[in-house]
């Protein structure tokens, strides 16, 4: 059973049971993310989080981010994008669980904020991981960072990792960047697939695509 479209409502927190559920896309308005409930069968999922200035008003946070991310930690295919406001996270908040499942992991541009800050989290917790793919932005805008950090170690262990796919635009700098990334991180091995955007809706991220 897909989950393709949810509306939330705005002052109460949502709760959705999912014991049927195997492929879920989900967008959520302004950081009124729902606890998910019953996700033991969900084996992909597309969840963006989208966050502005007046869902702090309503208190998100990192735990928040946190409990949400926790619901979809038992998944083998992730999608996941986090979009607008920045989120600093303090004391070393452990706010990413471990995805032991997923071996497909797909993350935007905002996790190479703050030095990959969240993509290092991400690869630190995900020890099965074969491919990731990384969706650029299409505008070479400066975008203010979202999630920043700071971390006491970061190394990885990805001994499965062997693709690294990168959407982008033509002549992206940042392509080198993550490459440089991967290579003085020790994954010499791994093999870099690049491709660019292209103007047709099908290839717009599926959080998009289920707006």
């Not at 499965?160 to 990168?166: M, P």
Request: charge should be negative; hydrophobic fraction near 40%; include cysteine.
């Amino acid at each position: 059973m897909p989950m393709d479209t949810v509306e939330f409502t705005l002052l109460n927190k949502t709760s959705i049971s999912l014991p049927s559920v195997t492929s879920l896309t989900i967008s959520t308005p302004e950081g009124f993310t729902p606890i998910l409930k019953d996700t033991a069968s969900v084996v992909t999922a597309s969840v963006s989080v989208s966050v502005t200035m007046s869902s702090f008003r309503f208190r998100f946070d990192a735990n928040d981010l946190g409990q949400y991310l926790q619901s979809l930690s038992g998944i083998t295919n992730l999608e996941f994008n986090y979009q607008g406001s920045k989120l600093t996270i303090e004391n070393h908040l452990q706010w990413c669980p471990e995805f032991l499942n997923v071996v497909n992991l797909t993350l935007g541009q905002w996790c190479l904020d703050s030095n990959f800050y969240a993509l290092i989290v991400f690869l630190q917790n995900s020890p099965r991981l074969q491919k990731l793919t990384l969706k650029l932005e299409k505008s070479n805008m400066r975008i203010s960072r979202r999630i920043i950090g700071e971390l006491t170690e970061i190394s990885f262990t990805c001994e499965h990792l062997n693709t690294v796919e990168v959407i982008c635009s033509e002549n992206d700098p940042q392509v080198i960047t993550v490459q440089d990334f991967f290579v003085s991180s020790g994954m010499t091995s791994v093999q870099f697939h690049i491709k660019h955007w292209s103007p047709y809706a099908n290839d717009l991220p599926a959080f998009i695509r289920s707006i």
